[in-house]
């Protein structure tokens, strides 16, 4: 059974580094074709993509988040890790890591963390 | 790379069927084949709902049914149950490896 599970700070400052973890069960990231993503809800507004990282290192990011965002894995503890630097006000939301299959679509996602910006 | 654009709302009967667009352009909607959907009950993760534009994951009732035509894609719910009402996402495919969400719209059953 596949389960993804986020965790990290439910506050942090504005201009601090955000940093949450995604660790996931039922499948591996060093299978082919298995990619990760990262996806955020702002309080009762729409979902945004944010990054994605694929079974061969492959990273790709949001085009107006980029110079702000990294993601990285870590194989042998099932785990994906998004960093978010600079981070404001309008930041604060809940932060979902999902699974990409092949056909395009995130077939199962996290329960979702929800990360505050406040000084 | 704006958000698709979806209905703020809609609402129908039980029983009855309701349509939800989500307008793109040819970068994204058009361009691809990849339009998903996904269903959102408050406080809720999403769950997929639609995936390839109309193909319907195992699990999902026959009653949600996916279609495209140009930019803009649409999901159909039909013989509207209560338990249908939550919010409503799109997704596509955008190029360069990124992927747009639409608005959202938030299906009301009367």
């Known amino acids: 059974q596949v389960a993804l599970t986020e965790s990290g700070p439910a506050l942090v400052k504005p201009t601090q580094t955000l940093t949450l973890t995604c660790t996931f069960s039922?499948?591996?990231?060093?299978?082919?074709?298995?990619?990760v993503n990262w996806i955020r809800q702002p309080p009762g507004r729409a979902l945004e993509w944010l990054a994605r990282?694929?079974?061969?290192?492959?990273?790709f990011y949001s085009r107006s988040l980029k110079t702000r965002l990294s993601i990285s894995k870590d194989t042998s503890k099932n785990q994906v890790v998004l960093t978010m630097t600079n981070m404001a006000p309008v930041d604060t939301g809940t932060y979902f890591c999902?699974?990409?299959?092949?056909?395009?679509?995130?077939?199962?996602w996290g329960q979702g963390t929800l990360v505050t910006v406040s000084s | 790379q704006s958000a698709l654009t979806q209905p703020r709302s809609v609402s129908g009967s039980p029983g009855q069927s309701v349509t939800i667009s989500c307008t793109g352009t040819g970068s994204d909607v058009g361009g691809y084949e990849y339009v998903s959907w996904y269903q959102q009950h408050p406080g809720k993760a999403p769950k997929l709902m639609i995936y390839?534009?109309?193909k319907r994951p195992s699990g999902v009732p026959d009653r949600f049914s996916g279609s495209k035509s140009g930019n803009t894609a649409s999901l159909t719910i039909s013989g509207l149950q209560a338990e249908d009402e939550a919010d409503y996402y799109c997704?596509?495919?955008?190029?360069?490896?990124?992927?747009?969400f639409g608005t959202g719209t938030k299906v009301t059953v009367l």
């Open positions: 999902a699974r990409l299959t092949g056909d395009g679509a995130f077939d199962v």
């Open positions: 390839e534009d109309t």
């Open positions: 990282i694929d079974w061969d290192d492959d990273e």
């Open positions: 997704c596509s495919y955008a190029g360069a490896y990124t992927y747009v």
């Open positions: 039922g499948f591996s990231l060093t299978t082919t074709g298995m990619r």
